[in-house]
C-alpha cells in the first residue's frame, strides 16, 4: 500500500476516532445525576461526611470495531465541616485516541439557615493529555501525523462549580474545561464537542407523610456543548430508602434514554445503568452498559 493512501486511511481514522469520543461526551455516566455529582460538578465534593471512593466503567457501542470506553475514579473527603476535598481521575478511549484527564479540587460548603440550607462552591485543577494509540494501528506507524498528534504536551485545565442544596432541593451548575471556554486558541487537536456548560436541578418529594420511606426525585437539566446543539435531560429517581433500593431514567434530547438500577446501602453503592439511543444512532449501536461502586469510609454515626 502506497504510503500517501497510508496517510489518507490513518487521518480518516482519526476523524472517526474523534467523532466517536464526541458522540459518547454527550452523555456522561448515568451516575452523575443523582448519586455522584462530583462527577461533574467539583461544589459538590465534600458534601457528605467521610471519605467517598467511586469507580465506573462503561462500554459504548459493543458492535463497532474501537467503540468508546470510558473509564473513572473519584474520591472525595470533607476534612471539616466547611471544606471538601476532592480527586477525580477520567480514562477515555475511543479508536485510536486515548485521553486522560485527572483533577484535584477544592470545595467550600457555607450555612446560610434552616432546612440545612448551603451554598457551595468548588474549583478544580488539573491536566488533561490524549494521544494516539500506536499499537492499535494498522499502517505505517511513523505516519508524522500521528507522530505530530503525540507531540502536543498535556496541558493544564480546570473546572469551576457552584450549588445550592437543602432537605429537599439541589441546584447546581459547573463551568468544565476552563481553557476551552474562555481560551479559544486551546483548542489545538481532536478534542471535539467539549462540554461548555451544564446546569441541574432536582428535588426530593417524600410519598408518605410520615417518613420518607418513599421518595420520588424529579430532575431537570441543561447542557451547552462546543459545536452541537444544546442538551435538555429530563429525568426522575425512585428510591426505596428502608431497602437501600433505587430506580430512575433520564432521557437527554441527544435522543437516548438512561435508564438505571442501583444498592444504596450505609458503607457502599452498587448502580446497573444502560444507555439506550434512541434517534438515528440506533441501527449502528447496541447501546452502552454502565457499572458503578461507591465505597464510604470514616463516616460519623
Do not use: C
Not at 24 to 44: D, E, H, K
Not at 230 to 237: E, L, R, S, W
Not at 259 to 282: H, K, M, R, S
Request: neutral net charge; aromatic residues 12%; glycine residues 8%.
Amino acid at each position: 500500500m502506497r504510503r500517501s493512501t497510508i496517510k489518507r486511511l490513518t487521518t480518516v481514522l482519526l476523524l472517526m476516532a474523534a467523532t466517536l469520543s464526541s458522540n459518547a461526551q454527550l452523555n456522561p455516566f448515568q451516575a452523575s445525576y443523582f448519586q455522584n455529582r462530583y462527577l461533574y460538578n467539583p461544589a459538590t465534593a465534600g458534601m457528605s461526611d467521610g471519605l467517598n471512593i467511586s469507580t465506573g466503567y462503561r462500554q459504548q457501542w459493543n458492535n463497532i470495531p474501537g467503540g468508546p470506553k470510558n473509564m473513572i475514579l473519584a474520591a472525595d473527603l470533607k476534612p471539616s465541616d466547611r471544606v471538601g476535598l476532592g480527586l477525580n481521575i477520567a480514562d477515555d478511549q475511543s479508536g485510536l485516541i486515548r485521553q486522560t484527564r485527572i483533577m484535584g479540587t477544592y470545595a467550600y460548603h457555607l450555612p446560610l439557615g434552616e432546612n440545612n440550607q448551603q451554598l457551595h462552591f468548588g474549583l478544580s485543577f488539573g491536566v488533561d493529555d490524549s494521544r494516539v494509540n500506536y499499537a492499535a494501528i494498522h499502517g505505517d506507524v511513523t505516519d508524522e501525523q500521528v507522530a505530530q498528534y503525540n507531540q502536543l504536551k498535556a496541558y493544564i485545565d480546570g473546572d469551576f462549580g457552584i450549588a445550592y442544596t437543602n432537605n429537599h432541593l439541589y441546584i447546581g451548575s459547573a463551568i468544565p474545561n476552563l481553557k476551552s471556554a474562555f481560551f479559544k486558541t486551546s483548542d489545538s487537536r481532536f478534542d471535539a464537542d467539549r462540554l461548555l456548560f451544564v446546569g441541574m436541578a432536582s428535588y426530593k418529594i417524600p410519598l408518605q407523610s410520615d417518613d420518607r420511606s418513599f421518595v420520588l426525585e424529579p430532575l431537570a437539566g441543561y447542557r451547552i456543548v462546543k459545536g452541537y446543539d444544546n442538551i435538555i435531560d429530563a429525568g426522575v429517581n425512585f428510591t426505596l430508602n428502608n431497602y437501600g433500593l433505587y430506580m430512575e431514567s433520564v432521557y437527554h434530547s441527544s435522543k437516548s434514554l438512561g435508564i438505571a438500577f442501583g444498592l444504596d446501602q450505609d458503607a457502599y453503592a452498587i448502580n446497573l445503568a444502560y444507555n439506550l439511543e434512541t434517534g438515528p444512532l440506533a441501527q449502528y449501536t447496541q447501546g452502552a452498559f454502565e457499572l458503578g461502586l461507591k465505597l464510604r469510609l470514616f463516616k460519623k454515626p
